[in-house]
């Protein structure tokens, strides 16, 4: 497609940055407020509501732009870096730009917080962090990913983001083509591989009846230290240091309330040391492995109940009360059926965690006409290199 000559405005959710061209909006990856760039259009038509662009060009570079330390990931490449040309500081600095615009728009509020850099971050240089990857295996065996936006793969020369002998073992080994590639590295070592299903063990599939499935992840904290048993393909979040921010985040946001829901509760991260305090925690989790995690994890604790269903049919369902809600949903956020359904349980505190800026926001919105106040907010910066952020809430209903 053709190249145009923008003006770099206001940065906008989903890594990229806003331009106007001939009155038409074109969203710019790769580049920064206030450059001047040539842009390659990617996706453009006089039909097209907006068109979408990559700055290929730095006519007038931003002071925060930086060389990217993952090429591969730059214009016309693989997704899962795009924010690698910008310094750390500024990338922060984007991610709370986007924060307090949903907030304004979505829940006609301002941003109260910052967004924190995680333990480590900046002595890595932001990489090095990511202990779950996935990738495809191309046509050569090679461990591949999808290029932005596209079904067409690109084999991988380097992985900074994950954690270092996870990047050595993955882009070492080659694989059957066509073959969907789990790499886990619990604590950031020790890495292991699942191939189609299957784990793998010195680059070949290992069958045996007890092949191992689960890896073992400790979670230390100010409040206490916690180990946990997780499916090798199950969910966990991917910064190494990421549950320790959140389990410290969350305890430190519960206030004392006794009967703990935790929502959409994955392998039970926050029910077990939740549970460990004390309280009365009911687990609810609808994926079935996540769920087995949880209960396993969760074995011996005498305050924790883990029910594997649907959030909010269980809400809805039950009718069960409780003093605080802790809540995880997926990037979708929660939505106005299920905020109905929790607001049911008349909790006096909602802890929300949050992966997506407009839904937090959204949600936020909803949670005030049932009459919850946002309290405080505070994100973390848990993917450094692109542009998702993670946020931790507190409502309190008045």
């Given at each position: 497609m053709a190249d145009i000559e923008l003006e770099i405005g206001a940065v906008a959710h989903g890594g990229h940055c806003v331009a106007r061209h001939e009155g038409r909006v074109v969203f710019v990856r790769h580049a920064l407020p206030g450059e001047r760039v040539r842009a390659r259009l990617t996706e453009a038509g006089d039909a097209a509501r907006l068109w979408r662009a990559d700055a290929v060009e730095i006519l007038s570079p931003s002071p925060d732009r930086v060389e990217s330390p993952w090429p591969e990931a730059g214009p016309g490449g693989i997704g899962g870096g795009e924010l690698a040309h910008v310094a750390l500081p500024a990338q922060r600095r984007w991610k709370h730009d986007v924060l307090r615009e949903a907030f304004v728009r979505f829940?006609?509020?301002?941003?109260?917080?910052?967004?924190?850099?995680?333990?480590?971050?900046?002595?890595?240089?932001?990489?090095?962090?990511?202990?779950?990857?996935?990738?495809?295996?191309?046509?050569?065996?090679?461990?591949?990913?999808?290029?932005?936006?596209?079904?067409?793969?690109?084999?991988?020369?380097?992985?900074?983001?994950?954690?270092?002998?996870?990047?050595e073992l993955l882009l070492s080994t080659r694989f059957p083509a066509g073959s969907h590639l789990q790499g886990v590295a619990p604590g950031g070592d020790a890495p292991r591989l699942v191939v189609d299903g299957v784990p793998w063990k010195g680059g070949r599939p290992d069958r045996r009846d007890n092949a191992p499935r689960r890896v073992r992840e400790t979670v230390a904290t100010t409040h206490g230290e916690w180990t946990y048993q997780v499916d090798v393909e199950g969910f966990w979040q991917v910064h190494v240091d990421a549950p320790a921010v959140l389990v410290d985040a969350v305890l430190s946001r519960v206030g004392d309330g006794e009967r703990v829901l935790d929502l959409y509760a994955g392998a039970g991260l926050f029910t077990v040391p939740l549970a460990t305090t004390g309280r009365d925690v009911t687990s609810v989790e609808a994926d079935a492995r996540a769920s087995r995690d949880a209960r396993r994890n969760a074995?011996?604790?005498?305050?924790?109940?883990?029910?594997?269903?649907?959030?909010?049919?269980?809400?809805?369902?039950?009718?069960?009360?409780?003093d605080v809600v802790v809540l995880?949903?997926?990037?979708?956020?929660?939505?106005?059926?299920?905020?109905?359904?929790?607001?049911?349980?008349?909790?006096?505190?909602?802890?929300?965690?949050?992966?997506?800026?407009?839904?937090?926001?959204?949600?936020?919105?909803?949670?005030?006409?049932?009459?919850?106040?946002?309290?405080?907010?505070?994100?973390?910066d848990l993917f450094p290199m692109t542009h998702h952020v993670e946020t931790v809430a507190t409502f309190v209903r008045g």
């Open positions: 829940a006609d509020r301002e941003f109260p917080g910052d967004v924190h850099a995680a333990p480590g971050d900046d002595a890595r240089a932001g990489l090095g962090y990511r202990t779950r990857v996935t990738a495809v295996a191309g046509p050569d065996g090679r461990a591949s990913m999808h290029l932005h936006r596209s079904r067409e793969l690109r084999p991988l020369a380097s992985l900074p983001i994950a954690a270092p002998a996870l990047e074995h011996g604790l005498p305050g924790a109940r883990i029910v594997h269903g649907d959030t909010r049919a269980f809400l809805s369902g039950t009718g069960v009360t409780a995880d949903p997926p990037r979708s956020g929660a939505g106005a059926k299920t905020l109905d359904a929790v607001a049911g349980a008349n909790a006096a505190r909602v802890v929300y965690v949050a992966c997506d800026p407009v839904a937090l926001a959204r949600d936020t919105a909803l949670l005030g006409h049932h009459g919850y106040a946002l309290e405080e907010a505070q994100a973390f």
